[in-house]
DNA sequence: GATATATCTGACATCGATGTCAAGCATAAA
DNA sequence: TTTATGCTTGACATCGATGTCAGATATATC
């Protein structure tokens, strides 16, 4: 099937493929009468301008680049739905690539890979959002950048954020408020900064209430379900045990939920359980998790929406900060007399 | 920065673009000590080519197209990592469309994406692999296709398959060697093929072993979470109870684990739970599930493996079948005494 | 030694769009 | 009327690669 061109549609609207491309452009300078002759022939045919030819003669592109660590997780699941939903909308296409520090040369790697594609703007999650050599990269080659979840500013790029800090001090707070005086914390992956924020939002509530940080209640772990259930048989093997637990996302308290019920344990009754992100595993447990909800999605939809519409009048780099919703089910409840006895 | 370019490299090495694009490409032709100088500025100056104007010039793309009805599955994240790997090692990207048929237009949509963007190659996983419109677009487009376990033949694409149909039997005969006399099943998503093929599995283990199929023991679902909660509800409902329950995928399998759980019915003890697939959240639940790993993995990157190595002597259109391991864990156990007693 | 063949190499056109620029034609200002 | 200005248009070069083809060597054949 021979591909329709620019020069097709010229030849039948009569007029010179330039002023075809002016009008699928929508630049000005065209006669009214014109730009709707040749609107209608374009409509007719359904012609669309071929994407690489337009890349390679303008500099522009109309693909974006998704990259992840682990593409896998049900976070990135979320990101990529709600990126692909609007770059179907804004005729964008989305590039999936997987970066792994693991190898030596990954950043060669990943250079060479740029520079055989022309990307018009990435978009990086965490933790590559945060990774000092990435970020180089993507200034050195040019190419707009929208981070998720930063850790940290960067004059050069855009981010999209949330306030990790204030929601897991609020989910505190709320375990708290049920009578919760003595509570775990399972750590998040080293790797993302968020992971700390977390940690800081849990200690900032338990200090606020007057209640003690024991260093032996806060167990490390690495977001994912292995070692949350390391973890929670860990916080519940002793006699010793908090009355909640709040693992810093969804699959690390999952296995914590798994850990309890091996352990002969009831949740809530026993043992309050609490995650983070909202996944959509949450709602697959059995009792369901609370946790907070991450905007993962409208997230992902800002950042394809900041990398497709360039500046507008506002400043180059803007960061946006979306709302969380804290999502209290039932792996939580008031903790047992025992506990508020004490 | 600006690019470098076919025409840098040439300079440095003293010979004529094309002669450069000999080397590159590894066509014949070309002196061996030419090549050889040519190859040692290549690498010196790191040199990639364009892709675009490849595409351009070449009707060759390093695009492969990968697409999802629900990009927010565990089966799609499996897919897609088999297929990410492949492609990275092979030096194609991937890109990730979302189709839906819910929209009126939505196959002009898709024709127009694939018209503005040469694709090397599709990756259609179910249920899309058996609209027959998109097959009958992509063969109009001349796009070459890989069907990740179809529902029936098509003459003009390549396939990649598992005997679903055999390992849904094979872990029926399991439940049945346990004790199993009075088994439910949760059908799968009509919309696709693997779901009947796995009912006909199931039905025929139960025929084979003289067992009954009762009408009321199968139930509908649709392959989510949330149907597969329903339908397990539905079954542990009344009094009379089957002792397994057979779900024709995972996340529906968890659903009625749920749904056991609510209703304070142990398992393993007092009811056994299968599902299918073998996804991530299989080992999450707890119990954890018994499954049939299915390797979506290595299905995506042999379909990427097919699409980027063309013919190579054999047929056009080559049907790969891979094994399926079947996987019991603890949601499967012996029938309670009641029931083999009957 | 002459011719045929095979092996190399580069000039040039091409893929399908956009950027640049100059020309044509109005209309407004002098 | 002349000049300046602004709008409208298309010719042509260009982006970075590959396809085609003809010319230049080297080797084999007669």
Same mark, same amino acid.
């Given at each position: 099937?021979?591909?329709?061109?620019?020069?097709?549609?010229?030849?039948?609207?009569?007029?010179?493929?330039?002023?075809?491309?002016?009008?699928?452009?929508?630049?000005?300078?065209?006669?009214?009468?014109?730009?709707?002759?040749?609107?209608?022939?374009?409509?007719?045919?359904?012609?669309?301008?071929?994407?690489?030819?337009?890349?390679? +003669?303008?500099?522009?592109?109309?693909?974006?680049?998704?990259?992840?660590?682990?593409?896998? +997780?049900?976070?990135? *699941?979320?990101?990529?739905?709600?990126?692909?939903?609007?770059?179907?909308?804004?005729?964008?296409?989305?590039?999936?690539?997987?970066?792994?520090?693991?190898?030596?040369?990954?950043?060669?790697?990943?250079?060479?890979?740029?520079?055989?594609?022309?990307?018009?703007?990435?978009?990086?999650?965490?933790?590559?959002?945060?990774?000092?050599?990435?970020?180089?990269?993507?200034?050195?080659?040019?190419?707009?950048?929208?981070?998720?979840?930063?850790?940290?500013?960067?004059?050069?790029?855009?981010?999209?954020?949330?306030?990790?800090?204030?929601?897991?001090?609020?989910? !505190?707070? *709320?375990?708290?408020?049920?009578?919760?005086?003595?509570?775990?914390?399972?750590?998040?992956?080293?790797?993302?900064?968020?992971?700390?924020?977390?940690?800081?939002?849990?200690?900032?509530?338990?200090?606020?209430?007057?209640?003690?940080?024991?260093?032996?209640?806060?167990?490390?772990?690495?977001?994912?379900?292995?070692?949350?259930?390391? *973890?929670?048989?860990?916080?519940?093997?002793?006699?010793?045990?908090?009355?909640?637990?709040?693992?810093?996302?969804?699959?690390?308290?999952?296995?914590?939920?798994?850990?309890?019920?091996?352990?002969?344990?009831?949740?809530?009754?026993?043992?309050?359980?609490?995650?983070?992100?909202?996944?959509?595993?949450?709602?697959?447990?059995?009792?369901?998790?609370?946790?907070?909800?991450?905007?993962?999605?409208?997230?992902?939809?800002?950042?394809?929406?900041?990398?497709?519409?360039?500046?507008?009048?506002?400043?180059?780099?803007? +960061?946006?900060?979306?709302?969380?919703?804290?999502?209290?089910?039932?792996? !939580?409840?008031?903790?047992?007399?025992?506990?508020?006895?004490?």
């Amino acid at each position: 099937m021979k591909p329709l061109t620019l020069k097709d549609v010229a030849r039948q609207a009569g007029v010179s493929p330039k002023t075809v491309s002016r009008v699928i452009n929508g630049e000005a300078y065209v006669r009214p009468e014109v730009r709707a002759a040749v609107q209608k022939v374009v409509d007719e045919l359904g012609y669309r301008p071929n994407a690489f030819a337009r890349e390679l +003669s303008s500099a522009r592109s109309f693909l974006l680049g998704l990259y992840f660590d682990d593409p896998a +997780s049900a976070y990135a *699941a979320d990101v990529q739905r709600g990126a692909l939903a609007r770059c179907r909308a804004l005729g964008y296409h989305l590039v999936v690539e997987q970066v792994t520090r693991d190898r030596l040369g990954w950043l060669e790697e990943c250079e060479a890979s740029l520079r055989s594609m022309r990307l018009g703007g990435a978009i990086l999650p965490p933790p590559l959002c945060d990774w000092p050599e990435l970020l180089d990269l993507f200034a050195r080659m040019e190419v707009a950048v929208v981070r998720i979840s930063p850790g940290d500013a960067d004059e050069r790029t855009a981010a999209v954020e949330m306030d990790e800090r204030g929601a897991a001090r609020e989910l !505190t707070e *709320a375990l708290i408020a049920l009578g919760h005086r003595d509570i775990g914390f399972i750590q998040g992956n080293p790797e993302h900064h968020a992971a700390a924020r977390r940690q800081e939002g849990f200690e900032a509530a338990m200090v606020a209430a007057g209640l003690p940080l024991r260093s032996e209640r806060t167990l490390p772990g690495d977001f994912t379900f292995r070692s949350g259930l390391a *973890a929670g048989e860990r916080l519940l093997s002793r006699e010793d045990r908090p009355s909640a637990i709040f693992a810093a996302n969804d699959e690390m308290a999952l296995g914590v939920l798994v850990a309890a019920m091996r352990a002969g344990i009831a949740v809530p009754d026993q043992l309050s359980i609490a995650g983070f992100d909202d996944a959509a595993i949450a709602r697959m447990a059995w009792p369901p998790l609370s946790t907070v909800h991450q905007p993962h999605v409208e997230m992902a939809a800002a950042a394809v929406e900041l990398l497709t519409r360039p500046a507008e009048g506002r400043k180059a780099t803007p +960061s946006l900060r979306l709302p969380y919703t804290l999502t209290l089910r039932d792996s !939580t409840g008031p903790a047992p007399a025992s506990e508020t006895e004490r």
